[in-house]
């Protein structure tokens, strides 16, 4: 099985993927994080240099390559999910679930963030691209509500819980 968490940007699914993997015991594999390896440079390079089409396009390569692997935890980037090829991948391998936190709490998290966002204008371009994305992130498998002031350990026994009671995910 694979788990891939979808969902806006600073919506914690780098750190929450790292913490269930360790919890599953399982591999971790940041996407994003795979395509700069792979790729010799930053997000915001790729973006910079070649534009956000031939970005999505490695992204969804990318993708495809490492959907393969087996027992992973998966932290998609921001746009993946709202692709529909990447929506297609991801289902057929594995169960997806939508980290949903408020706009406020992934506005303040980006705007605090020293990690660039080349798709982060200001908080009211933000809110409409998270407006935008919400319904493609909404075909996720699983919604799990994250509220203001949950820590890591919640949200991630809040998966494993959703995990355990569905049994057409597992």
Request: charged content about 30%; overall charge positive.
């Amino acid at each position: 099985m694979r788990i891939y968490l979808v969902g806006f940007m600073g919506a914690g699914k780098s750190t929450i993927g790292s913490a269930l993997a360790a919890r599953l015991r399982w591999e971790f594999i940041d996407l994003d994080k795979e395509i700069e390896r792979r790729e010799h440079r930053s997000i915001p390079e790729i973006f910079e240099t070649c534009g956000e089409r031939a970005f999505r396009s490695l992204e969804t390569k990318v993708l495809g390559e490492t959907c393969r692997l087996v027992r992973t935890v998966f932290a998609t980037g921001g746009g993946t999910f709202t692709n529909p090829r990447n929506v297609e991948l991801i289902k057929k391998s594995g169960v997806s679930v939508f980290l949903d936190v408020p706009s406020t709490v992934l506005i303040n998290r980006i705007e605090r963030s020293p990690r660039p966002r080349p798709l982060f204008r200001d908080p009211v371009q933000a809110k409409a691209l998270l407006d935008e994305r919400r319904p493609s992130y909404e075909l996720a498998d699983i919604t799990l509500r994250v509220r203001e002031g949950s820590d890591v350990h919640e949200v991630v026994e809040g998966i494993v819980a959703r995990l355990r009671e569905d049994p057409c995910v597992t």
